[in-house]
């Protein structure tokens, strides 16, 4: 049985084993049209000819010292199995637009399509929702398909798109930032 607690500690361990990044088989292809009286980006599901693989780096001392200040905000959890953790979820809230930013969401392969991340989607809702909040925010890639898909499915919708969010050679071939939103009621 999964257990879903808030947590207190990261433990780097953990984390680097969770966040390791995703393989998919299609992309989100981005385009862009402006003219004086139109301007609009559209997403198109592509299939690839070869999985597109993303390996994460991101974890140095720096973001793992603002994973850790976050937790002090108690939007964090953590969801075992036995005494592993097989599912996580970092999120800080924006009080100014009344938002929670989820930094990070993940689940082991081995525990992927049980729950775990829907349920760590309903108590970040649930405390969002006690705390005042109107909307879970995250971000993610045009090329994780899996992930925005698995989004989707439990209540997000794509609200954004940043062309140049990672660099300024993002588009139109690279990875282009996707934000979801899940609004609470």
Request: charged share 25%; aromatic share 12%.
């Amino acid at each position: 049985m999964i257990e879903i607690r808030s947590l207190e500690e990261l433990n780097t361990d953990d984390l680097h084993r969770l966040v390791m990044g995703y393989t998919s088989h299609d992309k989100y292809q981005v385009s862009r049209t402006e003219t004086d009286k139109h301007f609009a980006v559209t997403l198109e599901l592509v299939r690839l000819s070869q999985p597109y693989r993303k390996r994460y780096e991101h974890l140095d001392a720096a973001t793992l010292d603002c994973y850790q200040e976050a937790l002090r905000f108690g939007f964090s959890f953590g969801a075992y199995d036995g005494g592993q953790c097989v599912g996580i979820a970092l999120a800080e809230p924006r009080y100014w637009n009344k938002s929670l930013w989820v930094w990070e969401l993940h689940v082991a392969e081995t525990h992927r399509r049980r729950g775990v991340g829907r349920q760590l989607v309903e108590l970040l809702a649930a405390r969002s929702r006690l705390a005042g909040l109107r909307t879970l925010v995250c971000e993610t890639q045009n090329t994780n398909v899996p992930a925005i898909r698995f989004y989707r499915k439990v209540g997000f919708n794509i609200e954004g798109i940043d062309l140049s969010y990672y660099t300024n050679d993002d588009f139109p071939d690279g990875e282009i930032a996707v934000f979801m939103k899940k609004r609470l009621a």
